[in-house]
Antibody
Framework: QVQLQQSGPGLVKPSQTLSLTCAISGDSVSSNSAAWNWIRQSPSGGLEWLGRTYYRSKWYNDYAVSVKSRLTISPDTSKNQFSLQLNSVTPEDTAVYYC???????????WGQGTLVSVSS | DFQMTQSPSSLSASVGDRVTITCRASQDISNYLAWYQQKPGKVPKLLIYVASTLQSGVPSRFSGSGSGTDFTLTISSLQPEDVATYYCQKFNSVPLTFGGGTKVEIK
């Protein structure tokens, strides 16, 4: 059974960096068939896919255009986890952040528990 | 910009009713469409993938259909535990865009 456990602060100051980690059990971040995603949900409710990292003989990343200049998603094979770093945050980045596994073409089949991150001074 | 448009944005139906939610893609996505259910305060849960395949453990009253640009999620007999917001998501290529959601309530 795959489990994703998120960790990271719930409060970040404007202009600083939002950092979250997603620890994987029951699968490997280096899997050749999975992709590891971050999604967020704003207070208004909609889901926004942010980006992913995956391994297919080498590491790849994809990012949403809306955050591409500020977002880094990176794997940590030694700890079997992946992380999100979102720079220069503003109050508009306040949201619940989720990590999730994707298995093509099954879509996002396992999700982390979610982390509410507020951007406020 | 690629868009996934869901309708209606909300609906209210009686227990036992047949409920249909529509998702329209702005471009052909073949059958790479997933549906998720999010109950209040909970994590989204995968219901259906590749447009019509039920995820393991999902009740058979849920079904999906469609291909290309038009897709449908149907609940054949609405139950109280189905109160939730339902989202579609394209899965053929990035960005993995979600629809805006359909909130389902009991009348």
């Amino acid at each position: 059974q795959v489990q994703l456990q998120q960790s990271g602060p719930g409060l970040v100051k404007p202009s600083q960096t939002l950092s979250l980690t997603c620890a994987i059990s029951g699968d490997s971040v280096s899997s050749n068939s999975a992709a590891w995603n971050w999604i967020r949900q704003s207070p208004s409710g909609g889901l926004e896919w942010l980006g992913r990292t995956y391994y297919r003989s080498k590491w790849y990343n994809d990012y949403a255009v809306s955050v591409k200049s500020r977002l880094t998603i990176s794997p940590d094979t030694s700890k079997n986890q992946f992380s999100l770093q979102l720079n220069s945050v503003t109050p508009e980045d306040t949201a619940v952040y989720y990590c999730a596994r994707a298995m093509f073409p099954v879509a996002l089949d396992y999700w982390g528990q979610g982390t509410l991150v507020s951007v406020s001074s | 910009d690629f868009q996934m448009t869901q309708s209606p944005s909300s609906l209210s139906a009686s227990v036992g009713d047949r409920v249909t939610i529509t998702c329209r893609a702005s471009q052909d996505i073949s059958n790479y469409l997933a549906w998720y259910q999010q109950k209040p305060g909970k994590v989204p849960k995968l219901l259906i993938y590749v447009a019509s395949t039920l995820q393991s453990g999902v009740p058979s009253r849920f079904s999906g259909s469609g291909s290309g640009t038009d897709f449908t999620l149907t609940i054949s007999s609405l139950q109280p535990e189905d109160v939730a917001t339902y989202y579609c998501q394209k899965f053929n290529s990035v960005p993995l865009t979600f629809g805006g959601g359909t909130k389902v309530e009991i009348k």
